[in-house]
Each structure stands twice: as C-alpha cells, then as structure tokens.
C-alpha cells in the first residue's frame, strides 16, 4: 500500500505567557482569548493511504462497481483501523523531546514558543521531558550557555515542570536534525516538539526530519 507524508494542524490548548510578556495588554489579550487560543495551531505529521482517496461518481453506478462494493467495503475497514491506531498514538504521549538550537541566552521567541507548549503538552499528557541542547560549537566556546540552560530551566518551571532530562550535544560535527533522530530514538520518544523557526534559520533541517526523526513532530508556526 503507498503511503504519503504529510503534516496535519491541530489546536493546541491554551499556553501561558512568555514572561516578558506579563505586562502588555495585547499579550494577555493573546493568550486569554479563547479565539486566539484556537488559532495557535501547530502542525502534526500524518500517514494517510492513496488508496483511501475516491472519487463519488456524477451518476449511478454500474452493475460492475456494484458487485464490488464488498471488496472496497474491507478495504475502508482495514483503513479506519490504521486510521484509529494513529489517532491512539497521538493521545499516548508520554516523554517529549524538546531540541534548543538556537544560541539566544534568554531563548528566541520560537523557542520560548515551544518550551511553553511543551509544558503544557507534557502536563496535559503527563509526559516526562527531555531538553537536548545542540550546537556546532563546543561547551568552552559558548560563554553565555550556563545562562541559557538557566533560562530553560526558568520557563520550564514557569510551566510546571521543575524535573526534566537535560543532554547537551556540543561540538560533535553533526546536523542538529540527525541528533535530533538519534536522541528520539535512543530513548524511544514519542514527540518533539519544535519551532518553525529552527527551519527558517537552518538550523534544522526540515526535508531531513522524516528521514532521521523516527517518532511525531510537531512544527510551531511563527
């Protein structure tokens, strides 16, 4: 059976403010909203099949699409089967990957955005958290990189979350997206989580994710 790759946007609940954000009206607005809560839509990797695709015929069918109703009819079950499986799977998140690419002591706005709803993914769920930390330099090069994990471990407290797995890949001559694969598949993750604006960067590479990321993604949009 051929299958396609997609991504599928899915609401998310509602996630609390960035801190720098507390103060601004228009901010508060955004998150308290219930019609701004419901167009943060992040976006979900999907299989569908090919096959499952028809077309509905302009007029009544004939006596040989008839008779093959009952092939089809086996065919649509075993379909809403892998389709509920995938759905069970998308409701049994129970450890998340959260990947820092990006060098902003304080984080970027699209990073900040994922470390919130990873949070509130991981509360809703009650998933465990890992944070890996990538970057092409090593750890001696990088002198605001102890503030950095300060500010991660900041906005995952912020969000409920004061346990969580910390690993640093630094140095290592490797793309952030194959790390990204190994780590989800060493410790048999069933999300991560990231920005679109780790795609826009280069920093990940978006066409290599399915290639390397053996488990969900979801990519936030700016």
């Not at 509920?84 to 129970?94: D, I």
């Not at 809703?124 to 950095?148: M, N, R, W």
Request: glycine share 4%; proline share 8%; charged share 20%.
């Amino acid at each position: 059976m051929a299958f396609a790759h997609c991504f599928l946007a899915v609401p998310v609940e509602t996630l609390p403010p960035f801190p720098h954000r507390r103060n601004t009206p228009s901010s508060t607005r955004r998150h308290s909203s219930p019609s701004s809560s419901s167009s943060f839509k992040p976006l979900l990797p999907c299989w569908y099949s090919r096959s499952s695709l028809q077309v509905k015929p302009l007029c009544s069918p004939s006596k040989r699409i008839l008779s093959r109703i009952g092939h089809h009819g086996a065919k649509a079950t075993s379909q809403e089967s892998e389709v509920s499986l995938a759905a069970e799977a998308f409701n049994n998140f129970k450890h998340l990957l959260l990947p820092i690419t990006d060098r902003n002591p304080y984080l970027s706005e699209g990073t900040r955005q994922a470390v919130a709803t990873t949070a509130a993914l991981a509360k809703k769920y009650g998933a465990d958290i890992t944070v890996v930390v990538i970057d092409e330099k090593q750890k001696e090069s990088l002198p605001e990189h102890e503030t950095q994990l300060s500010t991660v471990r900041w906005h995952l407290s912020e969000g409920g979350f004061h346990e969580y797995k910390l690993l640093e890949r630094l140095g290592e001559g490797k793309k952030p997206t194959a790390i990204i694969g190994e780590v989800a598949d060493d410790l048999n993750l069933d999300l991560v989580v990231l920005s679109m604006e780790a795609i826009h960067s280069k920093h990940v590479d978006a066409n290599l994710l399915a290639e390397f990321v053996p488990c969900p993604v979801i990519l936030l949009p700016l």
